[in-house]
């Protein structure tokens, strides 16, 4: 188990972490307690669909703020004070020129708990992340893709 494998965060993501841990631990289990008392109060609970759906949720909730209290014990919140743009990094926003489809796209390079691909967050451990890391301006990369292998440019780093 990677227990203690440090999980790296932007502020950003750190802040989204602990605003996720608060609403969990306050307003979601007082939600799925009421829950709770309003199917025991339908009676035998051995067969009651309602208590079964709670109890479930109930654990869901239970282990994603046990999952989400491990991240934050673990985090190191990257001080992107000192990013250096002209290198890629992790906290680096980086303008690529994708050369296959000729097209320009942007990546924020973030830990691995902070990626999201549909926003343009990509881990550090991803293909595409580990490729760009320590890049500059100019630079050509090769990343293995499932496709095979894409091109991509360096255009532009910033923080």
């Given at each position: 188990?990677?227990?203690?494998?440090?999980?790296?965060?932007?502020?950003?993501?750190?802040?989204?972490?602990?605003?996720?841990?608060?609403?969990?631990?306050?307003?979601?289990?007082?939600?799925?307690?009421?829950?709770?008392?309003?199917?025991?109060?339908?009676?035998?609970?051995?067969?009651?669909?309602?208590?079964?759906?709670?109890?479930?949720?109930?654990?869901?909730?239970?282990e994603?703020?046990?999952?989400?209290?491990?991240?934050?014990?673990?985090?190191?919140?990257?001080?992107?004070?000192?990013?250096?743009?002209?290198?890629?990094?992790?906290?680096?926003?980086?303008?690529?020129?994708?050369?296959?489809?000729?097209?320009?796209v942007?990546?924020?390079?973030?830990?691995?708990?902070?990626?999201?691909?549909?926003?343009?967050?990509?881990?550090?451990?991803?293909?595409?992340?580990?490729?760009?890391?320590?890049?500059?301006?100019?630079?050509?990369?090769?990343?293995?893709?499932?496709d095979?292998?894409?091109?991509?440019?360096?255009?532009?780093?910033?923080?």
């Amino acid at each position: 188990m990677e227990e203690k494998k440090e999980i790296l965060l932007t502020q950003e993501g750190y802040q989204k972490l602990e605003d996720e841990l608060e609403i969990l631990k306050t307003v979601r289990r007082r939600e799925v307690a009421d829950r709770i008392k309003v199917a025991i109060s339908f009676g035998d609970i051995s067969e009651n669909a309602e208590y079964d759906e709670a109890k479930n949720e109930q654990a869901q909730v239970e282990e994603r703020i046990i999952k989400l209290e491990s991240m934050i014990r673990r985090a190191v919140i990257i001080d992107e004070s000192k990013i250096d743009s002209n290198v890629v990094t992790i906290g680096s926003i980086v303008k690529v020129n994708d050369m296959d489809f000729e097209e320009e796209v942007e990546y924020t390079i973030v830990g691995s708990a902070e990626a999201d691909p549909y926003e343009g967050k990509i881990s550090n451990e991803s293909p595409v992340g580990k490729a760009l890391l320590g890049r500059t301006i100019g630079d050509v990369v090769d990343v293995q893709v499932p496709d095979g292998v894409a091109k991509f440019e360096i255009l532009e780093i910033r923080r």
